[in-house]
């Protein structure tokens, strides 16, 4: 039970920092739900069950470009042949603030695309509060009538994408591809949308 002590550690160190529990979730790499768990509940219930939740930690990419841009050219072969497939050209990356923005620029430079940033709603959210949808950045590059690639790091529920894709619609936008570092929940397309993922976990049982 160490791990979950240290991760209720880290989320409180985080919360007592500023950060929303959506923000929290994002640094952590886990479910919103979870970090609800982890502020408020600190040990496993008496049967000794916790939430089934994976926390991700890929800081070992984060703190070096090399790895990052390696890591993104990686995403970029495997969208290349969603987009192959659909018969499309890429013509933005779309970055999920905050820790998709790093590996979709670069992605972006490899392909030469155009980049924008999207927040997520996750960054608003509260323990009793859910903001109703995110936003893509006025600073970048727009969406409307463009194929567009949609970045992130992890897929803990799959909320955050549903949301960037459709908001992406809305503003006029094609989403083609989705491309994460880590599925934890084995998707194979979000809203119809096909997912690439480096790692895909999977529960047994």
Same mark, same amino acid.
Request: hydrophobic share 40%; aromatic share 4%.
């Given at each position: 039970?160490?791990?979950?002590? @240290?991760?209720?550690? $880290? ?5 007592? %920092? ?7 979730? !994002? ?7 979870? =970090? ?10 008496? !049967? ?23 890591? /993104? ?5 495997? +969208? %290349?042949?969603?987009? +192959? ?18 590996? /979709? ?25 859910? /903001?109703? $949808? ?19 790091? =992890? ?27 880590? @599925?934890? +929940? ?10 690439? /993922? ?8």
């Amino acid at each position: 039970m160490k791990k979950i002590e @240290d991760l209720s550690q $880290k989320a409180d160190e985080l919360q007592q %920092s500023g950060l929303t529990t959506g923000q929290i979730a !994002d640094e952590l790499n886990i479910s919103t739900e979870t =970090v609800v768990w982890l502020l408020t509940n600190k040990k496993p219930s008496p !049967d000794g069950t916790v939430p089934k939740d994976i926390s991700v930690n890929w800081s070992m990419l984060g703190q070096n470009a090399t790895r990052l841009r390696c890591t /993104a050219q990686i995403l970029c072969d495997m +969208v %290349s042949e969603i987009a +192959v497939t659909q018969k499309e050209y890429i013509d933005v990356v779309v970055g999920v603030s905050s820790s998709g923005v790093p590996v /979709a620029s670069f992605m972006a430079g490899e392909m030469e695309s155009e980049f924008t940033v999207y927040y997520s709603k996750k960054s608003k959210i509260e323990a009793d509060k859910v /903001a109703a $949808k995110g936003a893509f950045s006025r600073n970048f590059s727009e969406v409307r009538g463009k194929n567009v690639v949609i970045i992130d790091d =992890v897929i803990s529920t799959g909320g955050t994408l549903v949301d960037v894709i459709a908001q992406t619609r809305a503003a006029g936008g094609n989403p083609i591809a989705v491309a994460v570092l880590v @599925d934890k +929940v084995g998707f194979d397309e979000i809203d119809g949308v096909p997912i690439a /993922a480096i790692m895909r976990i999977t529960r047994l049982g």
